[in-house]
């Protein structure tokens, strides 16, 4: 799914003041394809990859706690608490993955001056400081604690809602209702927070290929900066490519999360006997 996100941050980011640099997911594709290749559409996936196995691990382990700790596993539709201990993960998770989302995206926008992501890295921390890995991490929790809040929410509801909250069925689940509410969840989620995400990416990218210069770290002031020069449609920009790419990713996520989760539990059954 990496080469949709890939697009996503191409419709996103800016050539100059006022220019979009793609408008269309088919038209950033073939333009990606043409220029650079296949390679094109990967480029900064290292980067994701040496993040994501902590994130997520942080991610995961500080949502149960968080879910145990306000009564997200009580009976009922509990979406305050399943809500409150998604938001708690985010904050955990992004501290994480706040400096590697910023050298992904550096890597991915058209005309990156960067060779790989070690040179990323250096070149941003050297003439930028280290403030510029965390410049968006305000705006990131912003963007990602409504978008985990509801994703959670949904996820959690979608599932007794598909099973059938108090039948027989509800602990068996099954991996077919993990993937549809968690590709409901996904996709509803990251459609809903497209702006804030708009605003995340144009802040990671400040300076980089673009003039613009957003002067502040908050997250209205750029939004209405963007609406006012750009229109509203361009805090929409690439929500299409941003719903193609959670919808599976958090089916996928989820998943094998809770398969994960089942099969470990049984080894501590089994150990018990």
């Known amino acids: ?105 550096r890597m991915q926008v058209s005309h990156s001056p960067y060779r790989n992501i070690f040179h990323c890295a250096k070149s941003t921390y050297r003439h930028e400081g280290l403030s510029a890995f965390y410049r968006s991490y305000w705006t990131t929790l912003v963007m990602n604690v409504p978008y985990t809040a509801l994703q959670f929410m949904l996820y959690e509801s979608s599932k007794k809602l598909l099973v059938g909250e108090g039948t027989a069925d509800e602990e068996e689940e ?41 002067q502040t770290m908050s997250v209205i002031p750029v939004m209405r900066r963007i609406a006012a020069e750009e229109g509203a449609a361009a805090l929409w920009s690439g929500w299409r490519p941003r719903v193609l790419f959670n919808a599976p990713a958090a089916a996928i996520c989820w998943g094998v999360y809770e398969t994960c989760k089942t099969f470990l539990a049984g080894d501590d059954v089994a150990d018990q006997v």
């Open 174 to 214: 099954g991996l077919k209702v993990q993937f549809v509410a968690g590709g409901i969840a996904g996709g509803t989620a990251a459609a809903a927070t497209t702006p804030l995400d708009v605003v995340k990416t144009r802040l990671q990218l400040e300076g980089l290929g673009s003039a613009t210069r957003y």
């Open 1 to 105: 799914m990496f080469p949709v996100d890939t697009i996503k941050t191409r419709m996103q980011a800016l050539a100059h003041p006022g220019q979009q640099l793609h408008l269309s997911v088919r038209h950033a594709m073939r333009a990606v394809l043409r220029r650079e290749g296949v390679a094109g559409l990967y480029r900064g996936v290292t980067a994701m990859a040496l993040g994501a196995g902590p994130g997520h691990a942080l991610y995961f382990a500080t949502y149960e706690k968080a879910k145990h700790l306000y009564g997200g596993n009580r009976k009922g539709h509990q979406l305050v608490a399943t809500a409150g201990a998604g938001a708690t993960a985010t904050i955990v998770n992004d501290a994480c993955m706040t400096p590697w989302d910023v050298v992904k995206q």
